[in-house]
């Protein structure tokens, strides 16, 4: 037998209990004639001991051979520890060993498998098994199963059903590009890896499979970044016979479900904010909820009072940072240089401040007076002690910057604890979005999201007031997960292919399996799918998905603890008819 128990499970209800275990050499501290040994498993680190002169010798000299990361079996008895350790399950007892075997050698690891390690971002990544075994690892990935099971679990209860869609198709228009497969047996004729099994759920609903759910791999050929992976997972989901609100009080049920089960937090009912409201309170589509700080527009109280600036904008616009009065000279200038930084790209900064005297002091006091500022605070209901800041220019971009001045904000104000959760849904999206590259309009979801009954007469004079049967699920600023309701009739369909700039010819090339099936009786239907990577690194509180995922890619989409993507072998290029031998 190699093991009686794991290393995380013995603690004082164990005494006298003999036992084996079986795992790896955390550390050994070797102190003359006792000898403490950590050992280390999946479930956690149990302490064996060791006394020279009274534990047998051939145990001693074992013990004495041992490496970081030996794997060994041990074989003695639980007693209690006299100096216990509180911090971890087992640290009331150790094992005082009767037998102890090498069942493998270790190099010496390249990093400290500790938690907090002394490996450079690269290494870890080239010895991933190795920092696998690092506890803040094992965590995550324990997380993330138990993020599966329950997200199945809530699936499976609401009649959802698992399908598994195929990996190697043809193009997915998710508006990134397709990493494709040359088919061997087809010549100079290639698969994609789905973008998202979207077209494949929208058949299931025309085959009457009314709830399917898959977690699913998805492939996107994008430039990386530190939440973004060239493969992710989702939790694809698609629904027949229901309108958006179905949809979204489905998908809110899983995600209390989920906080309720996985982190014991009872989420309140989901705010549903509209998409403009989103721009014009927060600037973003993604809003951080976690703390307040809305916008608040002040073109009627700041334009036509001599200042040229506010005078030439569209839009002045400014948020209320509470108690932050006193913030000094320094503070302020570093606002200004965060605002101005090339990537936020405003031009300047305005503030006031509303001193605990009632007078104000501002960066604009040459062109408005203490009236003039009052009028400002009552308007953004600042108090004595607030400080405003305050941008200005052209409005999308303006709101942008805004945006960005509000989370900078929210961080020095520590307002973005990530172990507060503040869920919402954003709905009515637009349906189109202009592409400035190629001049024309594009689908901001994708070609099968459908338009608002109402705004479908927009359609052909303003295409960019359409709004869409649309929602995004944003927790934190992060958009988790977005879908929509999608055209289930074949002309609409026809006509919104039209207007994103396809032929009738190059929509049936692309896209005629779907609109073929549309001619069969296909259901009203929406769905949505959620970033399972993401939604694992929010509930483990960090913003990196990449210590989610068991194996990921590094920044520049490669694996290099395997060194993928290489070259191939030139017979297997033949075989593919991608070159001809030389
Ligand atoms: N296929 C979409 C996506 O991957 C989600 C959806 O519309 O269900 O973003």
């Known amino acids: 037998m190699l093991r009686s128990h794991t290393c995380g499970e013995l603690n004082l209800k164990d005494i006298n209990r003999e036992v084996t275990l079986s795992g790896w050499i955390h550390k050994v501290r070797d102190k003359g004639g006792l000898i403490w040994i950590d050992l280390r498993d999946r479930y956690g680190i149990t302490q064996l001991l060791i006394e020279e002169g009274r534990s047998d010798a051939s145990v001693v000299e074992t013990a004495r051979k041992l490496g970081r990361e030996y794997v060994v079996k041990a074989k003695g008895t639980v007693v209690e520890r006299e100096s216990k350790n509180p911090n971890i399950p087992t640290g009331s007892i150790e094992i005082d060993l009767t037998d102890l075997q090498i069942l493998n050698s270790s190099k010496t690891p390249p990093f400290t498998i500790e938690d907090d390690t002394d490996g450079g971002e690269e290494l870890r990544m080239k010895f991933r098994y190795l920092d696998l075994r690092r506890q803040p690892l094992r965590k995550n990935l324990e997380l993330r199963n138990r993020l599966s099971i329950e997200t199945r679990k809530y699936l499976d209860d609401q009649k959802f059903f698992e399908i598994e869609t195929p990996y190697l ?20 004729q290639f698969y994609a890896l789905p973008q998202s099994p979207q077209t494949f759920k929208q058949l299931l609903m025309v085959a009457g499979y009314d709830r399917y759910y898959q977690l699913v791999k998805c492939f996107r050929d994008e430039d990386l970044r530190a939440d973004r992976q060239p493969e992710f997972t989702q939790i694809d989901c698609e629904m027949a016979f229901v309108e958006q609100d179905d949809i979204l009080n489905t998908f809110e049920g899983m995600v209390k479900y989920l906080f309720s089960t996985v982190k014991q937090i009872d989420i309140p009912e ?8 989103a721009m014009k309170y927060y600037g973003s589509d993604k809003p951080d909820i976690r703390f307040g700080m809305k916008f608040v527009e002040l073109n009627d109280v700041a334009q036509n009072k001599g200042f040229k600036v506010f005078d030439d904008a569209e839009l002045v616009v400014g948020i209320v940072a509470e108690n932050c009065a006193d913030y000094s ?23 006031v401040k509303y001193n605990e005297d009632g007078s104000f002091k501002s960066s604009v006091d040459k062109f408005f007076n203490q009236e003039a500022l009052l009028s400002w605070a009552e308007k953004m209901n600042a108090g004595k002690g607030d400080l405003l800041l305050v941008l200005s220019g052209e409005k999308n971009k303006v709101r942008k910057q805004l945006n960005e001045l509000r989370l900078e904000m929210g961080e020095r104000l520590n307002l973005r604890d990530p172990e507060v959760f503040a869920p919402l849904w954003v709905v009515d999206f637009p349906l189109l979005e202009w592409d400035e590259e190629s001049e024309r309009y594009h689908a901001m979801h994708h070609p099968f999201t459908s338009p608002k009954h109402e705004d479908i007469n927009l359609l052909d004079k303003k295409p960019g007031e359409v709004r869409a049967n649309a929602y995004d699920l944003v927790i934190n600023g992060v958009e988790i997960g977005g879908g929509s309701i999608r055209i289930h009739d074949r002309e609409l369909q026809k006509l919104m292919f039209k207007h994103l700039g396809f032929s009738d010819e190059e929509a049936q090339e ?19 799918a959620l970033g399972f990577d993401r939604l694992a690194a929010l509930f483990g509180g960090q913003d990196s998905i990449r210590d989610f995922i068991a194996f990921p890619k590094n920044n520049s989409g490669r694996d290099i603890m395997i060194d993928s ?4 072998a030139d017979d297997q290029l033949e075989e593919l008819k991608l070159k001809s031998v030389k």
């Open 169 to 188: 198709i043809k193009s997915t228009p998710e508006g990134a590009r397709d990493f494709v497969v040359p088919s061997r047996m087809n010549e100079g």
């Open 270 to 277: 989901l705010p549903r904010v509209e998409y403009a409201d």
């Open 329 to 351: 000279r320094k503070q302020l200038d570093k606002l200004t240089d965060f605002v101005k930084k090339p990537q936020i790209g405003a031009k300047g900064l305005v503030y």
């Open 510 to 528: 692309q896209f005629g399996f779907l609109l073929n099936a549309f001619e069969y009786g296909a259901p009203p239907h929406g769905g949505i």
């Open 565 to 568: 993507p290489s070259v191939i």
